[in-house]
């Protein structure tokens, strides 16, 4: 393959600024992907999700079909704040590339229209192909993922394109996660000469992160993290309100039932005298197991590992995709077709340019072999 000619279109997507809220940004890298899928003479089309986020693009071989032998799924957008990409545009060294959303994950959309430019004719023919690119899968696919779950519901199995782990391994399960919104709302009094008129809001918010923290359950891998807090006006002033952002990671899905149960308790019997407390849930994955469907699955893809001479390992993580949606509607779903990468989501963010190409290779033969 020509690694110049791949790094030239990845720095089109990576020096983009498209965190998810950034909307032109996202419309502008479904433009870049659209306009490439076009040269190839594929059909696509731009989904509306509404105006809280971006467009989708939907990619075909052949015009809609009810049915798709393989539904290929990336998303568009970012983590990063606008700016991102001024101060750290996409950079390379002699084995790496770095920039904002160089592995999670421009590289795996550009992964997909490589096998998919590299597919032979007669595979092209035979096989009805379809890829979906989301523009909201970091603040959890909430405007895309029924989208995406009415065409994997067409789909013999989903294949998700987030970057390999760091050893290359493929994602063969994920943690669920559901994000959650607790605000508090108390009582104002002056704190030097009214204290007891007041009720913190901010005390309770204090109190409530202890309650959360013991909802935890490392031995079933069940974890709580309350990550943003806000609250207050001033120093002097009891606060009248505060605002908590909480995380929850579970392997079970009917552990994400006990948590949302348990904190909907609580907050209902509040955590401090005269304060109330909103509980909101705003995003919600479901965990990716392995069914049947997606062990079989797993054995074509080590098939086609051992015909392109490329080693196939995999994991199960943390962090959820796509794929959670997916395979929680029973779709037989595999992630982490992208090239190798890690530090997502920060700074060190990194892309390993030798797994560009066998990567490529793995996923049209995957796909041929379907």
């Not at 009094?189 to 901010?202: L, Q």
């Amino acid at each position: 393959m020509n690694l110049e000619h791949y790094i030239d279109e990845l720095k089109m997507l990576v020096n983009v600024d498209c965190g998810t809220k950034t909307l032109d940004g996202v419309a502008r890298v479904a433009g870049i992907m659209q306009r490439l899928w076009q040269a190839e003479g594929w059909h696509t089309e731009q989904i509306d999700l509404g105006d809280k986020v971006g467009p989708g693009v939907l990619v075909t071989n052949t015009p809609p079909a009810d049915r798709f032998d393989v539904l290929l799924v990336g998303h568009l957008d970012t983590v990063f704040a606008p700016g991102t990409v001024a101060q750290r545009p996409l950079s390379q060294d002699e084995t790496r590339l770095y920039g904002p959303g160089v592995s999670d994950m421009k590289s795996g959309l550009l992964n997909i229209l490589w096998a998919m430019r590299g597919l032979d004719a007669a595979d092209n023919a035979r096989l009805s192909i379809a890829v979906a690119m989301n523009p909201d899968e970091e603040t959890g696919s909430v405007y895309s993922h029924h989208w995406i779950g009415e065409l994997a519901k067409r789909s013999r199995c989903v294949l998700v394109c987030e970057a390999a782990r760091a050893d290359g391994s493929l994602v063969k399960a994920r943690k669920g996660m559901a994000g959650y919104t607790l605000e508090f709302s108390g009582v104002a009094a002056h704190a030097g000469n009214d204290p007891e008129k007041g009720r913190s809001a901010i005390v309770a918010l204090a109190h409530s992160i202890l309650a959360i923290n013991g909802l935890t359950d490392l031995a079933r891998g069940t974890t709580l993290n309350v990550g943003v807090i806000s609250g207050g006006s001033a120093g002097n002033v009891v606060a009248d309100s505060a605002t908590a952002e909480l995380d929850v990671r579970f392997w079970e899905n009917d552990e994400c039932d006990r948590v949302h149960q348990a904190l909907a308790s609580l907050c209902a019997r509040g955590f401090l005298d005269g304060v109330t407390t909103t509980l909101t849930r705003v995003n919600h994955k479901p965990a990716m197991a392995a069914s049947d469907g997606t062990r079989a699955l797993m054995q074509l893809v080590e098939k086609a590992g051992s015909e392109e001479g490329i080693a196939i390992t995999w994991q199960a993580v943390g962090g959820g995709s796509d794929a959670n949606h997916t395979a929680a509607l029973g779709i037989p779903t595999l992630d982490g077709f992208g090239p190798t990468g890690a530090g997502f989501h920060s700074p060190a963010e990194w892309l390993d340019k030798a797994s560009i190409e066998p990567r490529i290779r793995l996923l049209k033969r995957v796909v041929s072999m379907l």
